[in-house]
């Protein structure tokens, strides 16, 4: 790589990240699952995230990633691949503490650290993106579409629109992944990057969405108006509500180590 792309590569850091993620086991883990059983759910969660995509584009391998449905499998796909990969790499410098050199270990952390960074992003992206796509196509597209599907177009509806967002909530409840303010802007970028797709794929005759007949329409207007706002919505929703389980895990440590070391809790207090 060169000192060019370097720079880019840590500006594009510093942006994102105003100080480096602390890599701690509660990140990797779960309060209300063991870790084995987390990684476990990790690992399942990836082979049915790659069986949906597969089976996707064997039915059309042409037109498969046209739909930012699909775009959101292949998605979590990578979430769950880079929340193991993470995983993996702290149980191994967990135990590798007393066997491996420093310099083994820095590697080892550095890894890590990258792979964590990689799926926080994807996981907000992914989850933000799941809910505007989820909302849009069940209240929009699914009343309007043909209701005598087949068995397979069930069990593909119900995994694409169904089954993604119930594996990225199941892993959003399980684990403690902050939200940052400033990975929205990840979100606008791949709704902007969908857009110019989608244009391109229009201007050769190939229109998508059938039920919007036009970009130059005040109805498409305020279906992409719509999805920005759903998705800030849903972003900063999902902000508030992890940093509200955040205080009260917060809250629960502070009482547990006041109990044990006899020392009466202070309640609210106001941070320096």
């Given at each position: 790589m060169s000192p060019a792309d370097t720079g880019v590569v840590s500006r594009l850091n510093n942006f994102y990240w105003q100080h480096e993620p602390e890599i701690t086991t509660n990140q990797t883990s779960s309060r209300r699952i063991r870790p084995g059983t987390l990684l476990a759910f990790r690992i399942a969660s990836i082979f049915i995230s790659l069986g949906t995509l597969l089976a996707g584009l064997i039915n059309?391998?042409?037109?498969?990633?046209?739909?930012?449905?699909?775009w959101a499998v292949a998605a979590t796909m990578l979430t769950f691949v880079t929340l193991t990969i993470s995983h993996v790499c702290q149980v191994t410098r967990r135990f590798s503490i007393s066997t491996t050199d420093f310099e083994e270990l820095a590697k080892i952390e550095r890894y890590e650290m990258r792979m964590f960074k990689a799926a926080s992003v994807?996981?907000?992206?992914?989850?933000?993106?799941?809910?505007?796509?989820?909302?849009?196509?069940?209240?929009?597209?699914?009343?309007?579409?043909?209701?005598?599907?087949?068995?397979?177009?069930?069990?593909?509806?119900?995994?694409?629109?169904?089954?993604?967002?119930?594996?990225?909530?199941?892993?959003?409840?399980?684990?403690?992944?902050?939200?940052?303010?400033?990975?929205?802007?990840?979100?606008?970028?791949?709704?902007?990057?969908?857009m110019i797709i989608n244009?391109?794929?229009?201007?050769?005759?190939?229109?998508?969405?059938?039920?919007?007949?036009?970009?130059?329409?005040?109805?498409?207007?305020?279906?992409?108006?719509?999805?920005i706002l759903l998705s800030f919505l849903a972003f900063f929703v999902l902000k508030y509500l992890e940093d509200v389980k955040e205080r009260r895990v917060f809250k629960k440590d502070e009482k547990m180590i006041n109990l044990m070391v006899g020392v009466p809790s202070l309640g609210n207090y106001t941070q320096l």
């Open positions: 059309s391998p042409a037109t498969y990633f046209a739909y930012i449905s699909n994807l996981f907000e992206v992914t989850l933000t993106s799941e809910i505007v796509i989820c909302v849009i196509f069940w209240t929009m597209v699914f009343p309007d579409s043909n209701k005598t599907a087949g068995v397979f177009e069930i069990i593909d509806l119900a995994l694409v629109y169904c089954g993604m967002i119930t594996l990225l909530f199941i892993e959003y409840v399980a684990h403690r992944m902050k939200f940052h303010t400033r990975h929205y802007a990840v979100v606008i970028q791949v709704i902007v990057l969908y244009l391109t794929l229009a201007s050769f005759g190939l229109d998508v969405y059938s039920w919007v007949h036009n970009w130059a329409t005040w109805y498409r207007c305020l279906f992409i108006s719509a999805a």
